[in-house]
Nanobody, 120 residues
Framework: QVTLVETGGGSVQAGGSLYLSCRAS????????MAWFRQRPGKERQGVAN?????SLAYAGSVKGRFHLSRDNAKTFLRMNNLKSEDSSVYYC????????????????WGRGTQVTVSS
């Protein structure tokens, strides 16, 4: 059983930065795709970034060049720069075995989420 805990959300003005962390425990997460998703009220869940192994890092078009995902053993990080009001959302860390996907259904484990609010 994999447990994921996100930290680092908060409020920031447009143009600012936030740094999200996700700590994983309970399994051989080195074999897992680690990903960040986000969801706004009334909107569908959106994949933001994912990483499985070297060379497989991927970003959604809306965040490419502004967000940066990295992994360090049991932790996965999301550095978010030049934040925009449309980035406001609850951000979720997710883990799933094997190669990455933009489909939330491909992920077996989810954190509880952390709120990011960007004011213009």
């Amino acid at each position: 059983q994999v447990t994921l805990v996100e930290t680092g959300g908060g409020s920031v003005q447009a143009g600012g930065s936030l740094y999200l962390s996700c700590r994983a425990s309970g399994a051989d997460y080195a074999r897992f795709c680690m990903a960040w998703f986000r969801q706004r009220p009334g909107k569908e869940r959106q994949g933001v970034a994912n990483f499985y192994r070297v060379g497989s890092l991927a970003y959604a078009g809306s965040v490419k060049g502004r967000f940066h995902l990295s992994r360090d053993n049991a932790k996965t990080f999301l550095r978010m720069n030049n934040l925009k009001s449309e980035d406001s959302s609850v951000y979720y860390c997710a883990a799933g075995p094997g190669v990455c996907s933009w489909r939330g259904q491909a992920f077996s484990y989810w954190g509880r989420g952390t709120q990011v609010t960007v004011s213009s």
